[in-house]
């Protein structure tokens, strides 16, 4: 998938003012869930993005690879998530939560379906529920309960 298409598809699925503020959005999440994938994974997933936003999560994968052995990424929850998304942003957490599942429904559709199993394998369940894949995980869990 290609920059600008998933730029549009972020702002559509955000419901996004303009270009610039999916930009900014899916630079957030991306550079944030870098931060949180083993640094190995982040290169892989950046491998297949667009070269700008490839260079936004391998740039934070090493800076985090830096700060550890690069072996594991950051631990962190949702909350943790959340915050350094609309910091990076420059919005509230709320707005970076709706912002953060449309830039992973669309890595969700922008990269290989192994690719984001592995993703969603690394993550804990808060984060991973942001995946359409953990969203459907979850609805399953729950239809399976009831």
Same mark, same amino acid.
């Given at each position: ?19 610039? #503020? ?5 630079? $957030? ?17 950046? $491998? ?7 260079a ?6 090493? $800076? #985090? ?31 970076a ?20 199993e ?13 995946l ?13 309960? $009831?």
């Amino acid at each position: 998938m290609h920059h600008d298409e998933m730029i549009g598809k972020v702002q559509a699925l955000a419901q996004l003012p303009d270009r610039g #503020s999916a930009e900014r959005a899916a630079h $957030a999440v991306v550079s944030t869930l870098s931060e949180r994938l083993p640094s190995g994974l982040a290169r892989h997933v950046a $491998a297949q993005l667009p070269p700008d936003m490839a260079a936004a999560m391998r740039e934070a994968a090493d $800076a #985090s690879a830096g700060a550890d052995s690069g072996v594991s990424g950051e631990r962190f929850g949702l909350t943790v998530f959340a915050g350094r998304i609309a910091d990076r942003a420059g919005t509230d957490e709320d707005t970076a939560l709706r912002e953060a599942a449309a830039v992973m429904e669309v890595l969700d559709a922008a990269l290989a379906p192994e690719l984001t199993e592995r993703m969603a394998g690394a993550l804990p369940a808060d984060i991973r529920d942001l995946l359409p894949v953990g969203r459907a995980a979850e609805t399953g869990r729950i239809g399976r309960e $009831a």
